[in-house]
DNA sequence: ATAGCAACTTGCATTTTTAAAGTTACATAT
DNA sequence: ATATGTAACTTTAAAAATGCAAGTTGCTAT
């Protein structure tokens, strides 16, 4: 069954190959880590992700949601009036990100796991994936 | 069994998370079209990837080589000397990263399919992958 | 009235990307 | 010997994206 996602906007893709349009899309540095705040850290306000330790700046954090929100990947919704504000939610076309996010996480996990401050420190100190 | 990549440059990540990690090395719209190439589609030159459909500019695929390279994740070797020419190749820490391309490439086959010039038209009129 | 907070937006400097042209080293055809 | 061609890059300049700080809006609490 296919679900697919035209945004809004008339974006055109530069090929066929599924693995470039969908770069088009999560092919950044910020974009997945929105989404595995929303699918993982419970963190559904903007205030929430912009705290997220790897300090999205608000105006990528902005677009980024918006053009999550384009493509039908992230929704929101007020969770109270007066004042109002919002939070934010995967749809399930969001969600169905998640085996790709695992991926990501696994490798990087077994491939670049350790090197923090600075690399080559405390390799084996630490075994927590996100 | 741990493979960690450590570049000779003392890069540091900006943080623990596994997906940011990853992220930094591969968050970007061509970097895994490019191991796409060297992993599925016989394109080992300078020459071949370059003329890829999605037409990557030559200073990036430039960069891009030289970074994989610096991450352990290609090589390179000359193939014929007079004149001097290379072929690139995945390393096995480059290998590895089959099952997150072969995520993204469903992902995006199940999500973004159809849509090419322009959106919404010849919807199902090729089922190539990639 | 003043201060504070969440959710943004704006302005601007810096960095990255892109497109086009140029370079180097060698090979082949005339 | 000279001219043309090719692979693999590098350079340059313009365009776009990013990052940082500050500002705005709408509302609440004191």
């Given at each position: 069954?296919?679900?697919?996602?035209?945004?809004?906007?008339?974006?055109?893709?530069r090929s066929r190959c599924s693995i470039a349009r969908a770069l088009e899309l999560i092919g950044d540095k910020w974009t997945l880590?929105?989404?595995?705040?929303?699918?993982?850290?419970?963190?559904?306000?903007?205030?929430?992700?912009?705290n997220s330790v790897e300090r999205i700046p608000t105006n990528i954090l902005s677009q980024r949601l918006k053009k999550l929100m384009d493509w039908g990947l992230v929704r929101r919704e007020p969770y109270q009036e007066r004042p109002?504000?919002?939070?934010?939610?995967?749809?399930?076309?969001?969600?169905?990100?998640?085996?790709?996010?695992?991926?990501?996480?696994?490798?990087?996990?077994e491939h670049l796991e350790g090197g923090l401050h600075p690399p080559g420190v405390s390799k084996n100190s630490d075994t927590r994936l996100v």
């Open positions: 069954m296919k679900n697919n996602l035209v945004p809004n906007t008339g974006h055109e893709f880590l929105i989404v595995r705040d929303l699918m993982w850290h419970n963190k559904h306000t903007f205030q929430a992700m912009q109002l504000r919002y939070h934010y939610l995967l749809t399930d076309n969001g969600q169905s990100l998640e085996p790709v996010l695992s991926q990501i996480m696994g490798w990087g996990h």
